[in-house]
């Protein structure tokens, strides 16, 4: 099948067409820039710019596709979760295209969306697959028997995402929103000379949260050791710390996943989200996979942060699956359960 994808649940107005197993084009225009002024993401300026960039975006998937609208054979869209603004905008223009062309839509969740992009890079996902969902609002750790209809929680961050961490950090080193990819870039730079807390992974902690992540703690703590170092007047070395605050995110989370893999039986790792785009988690996600011997899966950074391909993905799974197409009434759903993939 020939599917549109459309994804607008942050800062991203993103438009892919996937046939099949096949990326044909993924297009996005980012408000980001728009944003960093303000060092976060700005609900009303992001659905004022998904009403701008929505239609020239469709236009342009499609001229650099070499698909015609009438062409295809559903849409699918991003319904939750996120802003509700921006989602209402995708929303919106999906019950249009959907209505107009005569074809089914498919309203689905944007976190299992990050997992199904995988396919369209490293065919189909093994079943089942344990995912690690790292991005800008989540950290899960999901195994997925079927992400067309069945996703289990093993567990997810008590407090602060993954990406939500990086980004705060980043702001405690003077570098600017979105975070994540200047502390890749610095942390290249440096060397990993401070012991960071890996939260929730010892003793008690560990054991009531097998599977779960903390973040704020760590976040405490750079910011206590950057504050130290400026109060005795002493450069704050950037570089370095930036590789050991990343060094203990990524250590958590590999560990973990890991540890999932082995205790569920799952063979394949798949990670999935913003955050799946850093260099090194994919770095120690490979060396730790490896010596497992676990099959690590993890799509091209451009795939990792929010897109429509993605979307598109897994609209094309749905309908493989013969899944029911979502109804034109269709809400859009901010706080849409990571569990729940269609709406
Ligand atoms: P969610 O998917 O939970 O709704 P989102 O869509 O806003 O959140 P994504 O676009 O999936 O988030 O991911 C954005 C996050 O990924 C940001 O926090 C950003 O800092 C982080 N990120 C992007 N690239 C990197 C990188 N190279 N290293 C670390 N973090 C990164
Ligand atoms: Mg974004
Ligand atoms: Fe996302």
Redesign the pocket.
Known sequence: PLVLGIET??DETGVGIVRGETLLVDAVASSVDDHARFGGVVPEVASRAHLEEMVPTIERACREAGVALKDLDAISVTSG??LAGSLMVGVASAKALALSLGIPLYGVN??AS?VAVDIVEHGPLPEPTLALLV????SSLLLVPDVTNDIRSLGSTIDD?A??A??KVARVLGLPF????H??REARGGQVTIDFPRGLTTGRDMERHRFDFSFSGLKTSVSRWVQAREAAGEPVPVADVAASFQEAVVDVLTRKAVLACKEHGAQHLQIG???A???RLREMAQSRCDAAGIELRVPRPGLC??NGAMVAALGTQMVLKGREASRLDLPADSSMPVTQVQS
């Open positions: 649940s942050c979760p996120g944007h976190l990050h991005s800008g609002g989540h995402a990406g939500e990086f980004d979105p975070g994540g990819p502390i890749d989200g913003g955050v785009a850093n260099s942060t929010d």
